[in-house]
């Protein structure tokens, strides 16, 4: 997962790209169903049984405690095993400019785990971020755990008492050099930044629901609320977009410009069940791990609340328009010969590479045509027509939002630094900021947003692709 965090609190503003992978969890099928600690006072008026069905929580056992297991769903809520990987044996970087921070291990191993923490101990670290013996760095989000209700710490604290003990120390701890490594710096930090807790007054209570989620256990802020000097969060600009390491998480406030309000609840919903929402957006990279891990674990009530409250947070508009799909524009899939006679679709993808390769040897750069650098490049996973290849899993890239926004930064970033697919077991998409010169990645990143995105034109140049290569590396 990619996080963007604080460094220090005397160091520039700057994003945070750690290298972080993960095995997606494998369900154990059990027929488990956890009930949402909030009473639904409300009717929910969303028509649920549309949506795709919960996976099953590989987390939770019958042989453990009701308490354990609600401590569970707290932890997929949470995302603890975002950072701290499916076993909780840590070592997981954080990266920073000044150095890696790594997770932890949090198995109840006395040794090299939380094995002697007393509840108190934990509840300290997952607010204040006080750990017995030593300051947390904010790398772990306390900053947003410290909302968090007694109830779910005593469930979660639970849950850990079952998780199977790792006894061994992560592969890799953190080293910081000094000063940074004097952990107490943190104390002043956190004097300025961890939010004391506000609720709103007038939500109802699926919505306040729904904030206690977003604020706190999925600390969707973290990556979607900008960063002050100071590393924390800029509550002024409260979930409008921030640049995240390689990507950007764009503005979720109900604007309907450039923020998500022309969603309705249930696109919401399912966008986080499922990461997905049909030619509009779609969740890659760390948005992928977010869902991935957590969102698409929760209970249709907790996604309702979320969505809920998302719709009444201030809208914000910010400089980066969302160009709305044109539908007429975007392509039709392509005829079945070429989309699913693979024959046929290799000799027109190595004519493209042939037009491309030849262009490039005989005239040196910038002479190929868009349409077939991206049938060259791009089209055996996306498919000829951008619907992706129908017997692989990848993405379809027909009408999503990262393709329509005014800013082609973070486009331009997913084609020049690549994409891992936390939901896809396929190849990952690979990074052509190597393979293909500024003007090459310009023409690509051109044709895919007026071919797939609809948009009426598009002028990225190749110093606008140098530009985000060298402030995304
Ligand atoms: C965004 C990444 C991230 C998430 C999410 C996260 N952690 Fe952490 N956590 C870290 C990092 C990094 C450290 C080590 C920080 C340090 O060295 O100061 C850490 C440290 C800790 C510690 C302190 C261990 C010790 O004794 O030093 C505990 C306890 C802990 N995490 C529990 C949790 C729990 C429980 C959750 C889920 C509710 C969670 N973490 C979610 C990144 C994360
Ligand atoms: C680890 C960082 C991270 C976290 C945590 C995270 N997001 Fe995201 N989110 C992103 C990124 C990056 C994107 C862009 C994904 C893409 O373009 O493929 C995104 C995209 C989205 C979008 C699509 C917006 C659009 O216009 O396409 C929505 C909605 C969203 N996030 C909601 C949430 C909510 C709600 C939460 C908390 C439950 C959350 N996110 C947590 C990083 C994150
Ligand atoms: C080897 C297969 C492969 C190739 C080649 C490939 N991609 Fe991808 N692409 C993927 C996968 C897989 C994803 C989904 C990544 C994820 O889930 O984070 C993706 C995601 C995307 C996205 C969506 C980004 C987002 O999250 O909003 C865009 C746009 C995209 N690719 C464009 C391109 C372009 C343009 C090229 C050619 C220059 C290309 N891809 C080449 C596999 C590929």
């Keep these: 997962m990619i996080y963007q965090y604080y460094k220090d609190i005397m160091k520039p503003l700057s994003a945070v790209m750690p290298t972080l992978s993960f095995s997606l969890a494998v369900a154990l099928g059990l027929g488990f169903s956890l009930v949402s600690t909030v009473v639904m006072a409300e009717t929910v008026s969303l028509p649920i049984d549309t949506l795709p069905s919960r996976i099953t929580l590989p987390n939770v056992s019958p042989a453990n405690s009701a308490l354990a297991n609600r401590g569970a769903y707290v932890a997929r809520t949470a995302d603890c095993m975002a950072c701290h990987r499916e076993d909780y044996s840590g070592g997981v970087p954080i990266e920073t400019p000044i150095g890696n921070i790594y997770s932890t291990n949090i198995t109840p191993s006395t040794r090299y785990g939380i094995g002697n923490y007393t509840e108190a101990d934990f509840k300290k670290a997952l607010r204040k971020g006080r750990a017995p013996g030593h300051q947390i760095y904010p790398a772990m989000p306390y900053p947003s755990y410290h909302g968090m209700t007694d109830d779910d710490i005593s469930a979660l604290f639970a849950y850990f008492q079952t998780v199977p ?46 904030e206690y989620l977003v604020n706190n256990l999925e600390h969707c802020g973290t990556c979607h609320t900008p960063r002050n000097l100071t590393q924390g969060l800029d509550k002024d600009r ?28 249930m696109d919401i919903v399912t ?203």
């Design 165 to 210: 003990i790792v006894d061994k120390p992560p592969e890799k701890t953190t080293h910081l050099p000094f000063p940074l490594n004097i952990r107490s710096l943190m104390l002043a930090w956190n004097v300025i930044n961890v939010p004391s807790t506000e609720n709103r007054s007038g939500l109802t209570q699926t919505q306040q629901r729904g």
């Design 271 to 473: 966008y986080l069940r499922t990461g997905t929402l049909d030619k509009r957006a779609y969740a890659g990279g760390p948005m992928a791990e977010a869902v991935a891990h957590s969102t698409r674990y929760l209970t249709d009530e907790d996604l309702i609340a979320m969505a809920s409250y998302l719709k009444v947070v201030p809208a914000i508009k910010t400089d980066d328009y969302l160009i709305p799909v044109n539908v007429y524009r975007l392509p039709q899939p392509v005829n079945n010969s070429i989309t699913y006679n693979l024959l046929e679709q290799k000799d027109y993808l190595a004519q493209a590479k042939t037009n491309t390769v030849s262009s490039v040897n005989n005239s040196g750069l910038n002479s190929n045509s868009p349409k077939d650098l991206y049938l060259a490049n791009c089209a055996s996973c996306h498919g000829v027509d951008g619907y992706a290849q129908p017997d692989a899993r990848y993405a379809s890239i027909v009408g999503l939002s990262s393709i329509r926004r005014v800013k082609p930064d973070a486009l331009v970033g997913v084609i020049a630094f690549g994409a891992k697919g936390a939901f896809n077991t396929a190849p990952k998409m690979p990074g052509f900021s190597k393979d293909l010169s500024p003007a090459q990645i310009a023409s690509i990143t051109n044709y895919v947003r007026v071919t797939f995105g609809g948009l009426p034109s598009s002028d990225v140049s190749a110093a606008d692709v140098t530009r985000v290569i060298k402030e995304k590396s």
């Design 238 to 265: 409260y979930l409008s977009g921030a640049p995240l390491g390689k990507w950007f998480a764009p503005n979720i406030t109900p604007d309907n410009d450039t923020g998500i309000g022309l969603w309705s609840e």
